[in-house]
């Protein structure tokens, strides 16, 4: 049987003007399939990230691995006051991007009141 | 691929030597550069027969242009940078981010010129054929 394994990608976290963004290294998803191996989901303030790597050796006699086949998953909770639910995510060279923009109607919901 | 079995017995303590080098050489190229094990980039996957050695680099974030491979003999050199340029405040840093080199012991000589490399999504592999005059030969035995 094949082994199959859960890993937590490395991640950085950016805060921008006007937007978070998170990199999380996910390298060896079949990008052909992208929405079928890679899935970015948002639910309650908490961001699930999920991906399938897909490594394929010729089966040699010999083999050594440091990295195994199997799962990415992590999660992340944002506050929904801050965080839209406009996400976008673009995956490059193995690596998840996603650009999580902060809620501009924050910013107009505060009107001043006068006396 | 089909298992060769002329290879078992004697040959494979031979490739289990091969593998041995491969490794120590790998390790004390990072104890040389004060990396420790956990940091180690990129991870590498590795299988090999007599015919041929495949190499398999996680190597996310980086460029094309940004890797360089060496070969010298039985020797495998991978240098490269992973530039990392956020623009924002970072808050969480946990990728490998600058100069990365990493050093293997191959179990043979490689053909240098027949080397093929796919480069997608994040992943490297390298198929290395094995030198034609270091394969092993048969003996003829002569009975007298």
């Known amino acids: 049987?094949?082994?199959?394994?859960?890993?937590?990608?490395?991640v950085d976290i950016v805060e921008g003007e006007n937007a978070f963004e998170i990199h999380a290294d996910m390298p060896g998803i079949s990008s052909?399939?992208?929405?079928?191996?890679?899935?970015?989901?948002?639910?309650?303030?908490?961001?699930?990230i999920k991906g399938k790597v897909d490594f394929v050796n010729q089966k040699l006699t010999n083999s050594r691995n440091e990295f195994l086949n199997g799962e990415y998953r992590r999660s992340f909770k944002?506050?929904?006051?801050?965080?839209?639910?406009?996400?976008?995510?673009?995956?490059?060279?193995?690596?998840?991007?996603?650009?999580?923009?902060?809620?501009?109607d924050l910013k107009n919901k505060i009107s001043i009141q006068v006396a | 691929m089909k298992t060769d079995p002329n290879f078992?017995?004697?040959?494979?303590?031979?490739?289990?030597?091969?593998?041995?080098?491969?490794?120590?050489?790998?390790?004390q190229n990072d104890s040389f550069?004060?990396?420790?094990?956990?940091?180690?980039?990129?991870?590498?996957?590795?299988?090999w027969d007599d015919q041929k050695a495949i190499l398999?680099?996680?190597?996310?974030?980086?460029?094309?242009?940004?890797?360089?491979?060496?070969?010298?003999?039985?020797?495998l050199t991978i240098n490269g940078e992973r530039k990392i340029a956020y623009s924002g405040k970072v808050i969480q840093s946990e990728s490998f981010a600058g100069k990365f080199s990493r050093k293997f012991r191959l179990p043979y000589a490689v053909e240098s010129d027949s080397v093929q490399a796919v480069f997608k999504n994040g992943m490297l592999s390298l198929t290395l054929p094995r030198k034609a005059e270091?394969?092993?030969?048969?003996?003829e035995i002569n009975i007298a």
Do not use: W
């Open chain 1, 1 to 10: 049987m094949e082994q199959t394994q859960v890993f937590m990608p490395s």
């Open chain 1, 32 to 48: 052909d399939k992208i929405n079928e191996n890679l899935s970015v989901e948002l639910e309650n303030g908490v961001l699930f």
């Open chain 1, 78 to 104: 944002f506050d929904e006051k801050v965080v839209s639910a406009e996400i976008k995510a673009h995956y490059s060279n193995g690596v998840l991007k996603l650009i999580l923009p902060k809620r501009k």
């Open chain 2, 8 to 27: 078992n017995g004697g040959s494979i303590v031979g490739f289990s030597h091969g593998l041995n080098n491969l490794f120590d050489s790998l390790f």
């Open chain 2, 33 to 47: 550069f004060g990396v420790s094990e956990r940091a180690k980039y990129p991870l590498c996957n590795v299988e």
């Open chain 2, 56 to 75: 398999y680099f996680e190597i996310p974030g980086v460029e094309k242009n940004d890797i360089d491979i060496q070969l010298e003999g039985d020797v």
């Open chain 2, 134 to 139: 270091t394969k092993p030969k048969k003996i």
